[in-house]
């Protein structure tokens, strides 16, 4: 399995940015698929997730402004972000829950890093105020 995420750059504070995720050996739409983030100095910490019927689940901090989706056609995940604050700069990671169809679980389980078995190797967004 290997997930290539790709789409990061330099934005200014409003602005927007879309970071896609490409898989291989397994199809997306059967899996749960998450991103995550990275800044300097901290944890790595949730931002969205989508199950394979399409449900989606936000952080707080992003909700309203970022929206997760699915191209079947091109087995990849999106995350489109807008209105972009300096404090979303970090490295944006993607990951994939081994699970095949994985029943509907509390929300905590989509914000759990663990849930998810591989990882892309990230790609940076950074914010200019």
């Known amino acids: 399995v290997q997930l290539q995420a790709s789409g990061g750059g330099l934005v200014q504070a409003g602005g927007s940015l879309r970071v896609s995720c490409a898989a291989s050996?397994?199809?997306?739409?059967?899996?749960?698929m998450g991103w995550f983030r990275q800044a300097p100095g901290k944890e790595r910490e949730f931002v969205a997730a989508i199950r394979p019927g399409g449900s989606a689940f936000y952080a707080d901090s992003v909700k309203g402004r970022f929206t997760i989706s699915r191209d079947n056609a091109r087995n990849m995940v999106k995350l489109q972000m807008d209105s972009l604050k300096p404090e979303d700069t970090a490295v944006y990671y993607c990951?994939?829950?081994?699970?095949?169809?994985?029943?509907?679980?509390?929300?905590?389980?989509?914000?759990?890093?663990?849930?998810?078995?591989?990882w892309g190797q990230g790609t940076q967004v950074t914010v200019s105020s």
């Open positions: 990951g994939l829950d081994e699970t095949f169809r994985p029943p509907f679980r509390d929300s905590s389980y989509y914000s759990d890093r663990a849930t998810y078995n591989y």
């Open positions: 050996g397994r199809t997306v739409s059967n899996h749960i």
